[in-house]
């Protein structure tokens, strides 16, 4: 069998290494903590929120190193992408539970319509957690690839398939 081979949609996409059910479990890995703190359940600062926030992108670039990927940051890049996703809708969904209190823009926009204004801060908000999500999928990505890199090198250089030129 080869990664190339049609075997349904749990096949190793060559182009971002993991099945995309596999990619976005993943990024579903990172959504609790979304519901946690829009819910005050867990407060930012806290070790719990550390491991909220620590542990899913450690699983991915485990997932990465130990599987080998050859495409890490693109993998990674992906699940960031898709948790980004993750973290606006579960934004959206939570935005009023803890506050009812409408968010207001201020200087030149005060004067608005405040649905409007809603608008906006929700869209601005939306864009913000894709983007948030997609650089931690890239920074995760980028230390995937570097413990790759390296182990790839520890892997040859023990092997004897060194450079013996220098």
């Known amino acids: 069998m080869t990664e190339h081979e049609p075997h349904g949609s749990w096949v190793r996409s060559p182009r971002i290494g993991l099945p995309l059910p596999a ?3 993943l990024a579903l890995l990172a959504a609790p903590r979304v519901v ?3 819910l005050d359940v867990i407060e930012e600062g806290t070790f719990v929120n550390a491991l909220f926030v620590f542990i899913p992108p450690l699983i991915w670039i485990g997932i990465a190193v ?3 990927i050859h495409r ?3 993998t990674l890049f992906v699940v960031g992408v898709f948790y980004g996703v993750l973290l606006a809708v579960g934004h959206q969904i939570l935005w009023n539970i803890n506050s009812d209190d409408p968010v207001m823009l201020g200087g030149n926009l005060a004067d608005i ?3 409007v204004q809603t608008v906006i801060i929700r869209v601005f908000a ?3 957690s894709v983007v948030t999500g997609t650089f931690v999928g890239v920074a995760a990505g980028l230390v995937a690839w570097a413990l790759i890199k390296t182990r790839s090198r520890s ?3 023990s092997s004897g398939a060194h450079d013996t030129t220098s």
């Open 23 to 25: 990619v976005f479990a």
């Open 113 to 115: 319509d405040p649905d």
């Open 66 to 68: 130990l599987r080998k």
């Open 36 to 38: 946690l703190h829009d």
């Open 72 to 74: 890490p940051i693109l």
């Open 126 to 128: 939306a864009i913000s």
């Open 155 to 157: 892997t040859n250089d």
